[in-house]
């Protein structure tokens, strides 16, 4: 097993935040709470976090209305656990994306995870390309879920409880590039982590902007060559 394998899984497993809502004992309630917290995801996707009402949820998971009552004592709690569902499916993409990262970084050239450590240039090149196609694949095919995140920012500003749950995302999605990073030897680990996500989150923003056949992916990977190359020398420096 990689490196980064190992450490992936000695991780603490499950979901950053935590539902909130009614707890469920039987797989047929489990399914139903799923359905109506998916629904909800749609809506906010289509209207933003203030089309979240519970007769508009639960039209759009075709359940009585009373099962959204019954699962969420109010609107707060059930937009805490839509904004749960999304952060969940955020961070094992973010999770994918990172063993995929590792992989040719320990195979490139029949090279070592080491050896391949000893070249900045070839390092910076090899992690842009990924990370290009990382952020490429996010805007033309996940887009939903990143208009999703940018309803869920917005209303942060202005809910204090969705803004402590999107700081532990954030964290979470720091501590996971920050693992990597390390392996990688960066010096400042933590905060090459916040830089690189930082960008990533102003790119897919501004891939949002445009349509998907207009994205520019070689203005992209400039970009994050760009501060990688900085980064890696800055290392080979030190």
Known sequence: MSQLSDSLSNSKSGSA?????????????????????????RIVIREGVRGIRHRAVA?????PLAATTYYFKDIQELINDTFTLYA???????TQFSRRLYEPLENSDGKTFVEAMNSAEDMSGIIADSMTQYVVEQITQHRDALIAEQAFRYEAIL????????????????????????????????????????????????????????????????????????????????
């Open 17 to 41: 935040v935590k539902y909130q809502g009614r707890k469920t004992s039987r797989a047929g309630s489990e399914l139903r709470r799923r359905l109506i917290l998916e629904a909800s995801l």
């Open 59 to 63: 039209k759009e998971a075709d359940v």
């Open 159 to 238: 809910s204090p409880h969705l803004r402590k749950l999107g700081e532990v995302h954030k964290l979470a999605l720091i501590q996971k590039l920050t693992e990597l990073l390390s392996l990688m030897q960066s010096p400042q680990p933590v905060e090459d982590a916040t830089i690189v996500i930082s960008i990533l989150h102003r790119i897919e923003y501004e891939g949002l902007l445009v349509e998907p056949e207009n994205l520019d992916i070689k203005a992209i990977r400039a970009t994050l060559l760009r501060q990688l190359s900085l980064m890696f020398n800055d290392q080979s420096r030190a």
């Open 88 to 94: 969940e499916q955020s961070l094992e993409i973010v």
